[in-house]
């Protein structure tokens, strides 16, 4: 992936207009042969994808979910229903590899887009998989989206606490992945745009190594997105970078509208 660089978009509105600015990295790690993660960062649609299988099994499904949204982003026209059919191919595609890919090949699928639609501007995060979102928001920082893994069953149903989460012996098993085998909804929530949103978007090579104070302590340190991805990136490597760490900074800055902020799930 080419070195990353802030890159910016202003999006016009009738009362005036959200500045935003991102960047996007991606590393293979310091213990894996190679890269399975991919990701799309192209206005309006951001999202991190994180492979597994074995050989390049995990390569050829995160490249297939992002090829295929990448292609909805072309066309223009971003909502749940093109969402779910661009990954619907992925899947298609995904199977076509039969020498490289089986039942246990498959990808997360995690990101946010802007939502020009209706009569305010909004958010949506979607999610498939254990790679997040989170909203930097009024100087705190919350995970938006909820991982689809066997821990997080496990911490819902309040027989595991996230602390011992963190070392579980079933803590790579997801629930959900776009896959041969598996659906492609995700879930969505919806979010009210306000100035100074901050969005990170990653795969679960960064929490892994960093907890969400951490990654707070780099937002808070860098408001350039180009600079508080990479400083995530230097932390989870020399924490041990023990899987492919894949992170989008976004930013959102605007101007002319209400600043009160609400969110809301809006379904499969």
Known sequence: MPEAATQTHTVPLPDGAIELQWSAVTHRGRRREVNQDAVLAEYPLFVVADGMGGHIGGEIASA?????????????DVTPKT????????????????????EGTGTTVTGVYLDLSGDE?????????????????DGGLAQVTTDHSVVQELISAGRLTPEEAENHPYGNVITRAVGPS??????????????????VICSDGLTKELTDYGILHFLLQHDDPTEAAAAMLEAALENG?????????????RTGAADDAASSPIGD
């Open 83 to 102: 969402i779910e059919r661009a990954l619907a191919r992925a899947v298609t595609d995904i199977a076509s590899h039969p020498e490289t890919t089986d």
């Open 121 to 137: 501007p909004t958010w949506v995060t979607l999610n498939i998989g254990d790679s997040r979102v989170y909203l930097f928001r």
């Open 64 to 76: 297939s979910a992002v090829d295929r949204l990448r292609t909805v982003v072309e066309k223009g």
């Open 241 to 253: 970078g023990r899987d492919n760490i894949t992170i989008i900074v976004l930013n959102a800055h």
């Open 182 to 199: 598996d659906g492609v909804s995700p879930d969505y929530v919806r979010l009210e745009v306000v100035d100074g949103d901050r969005f």
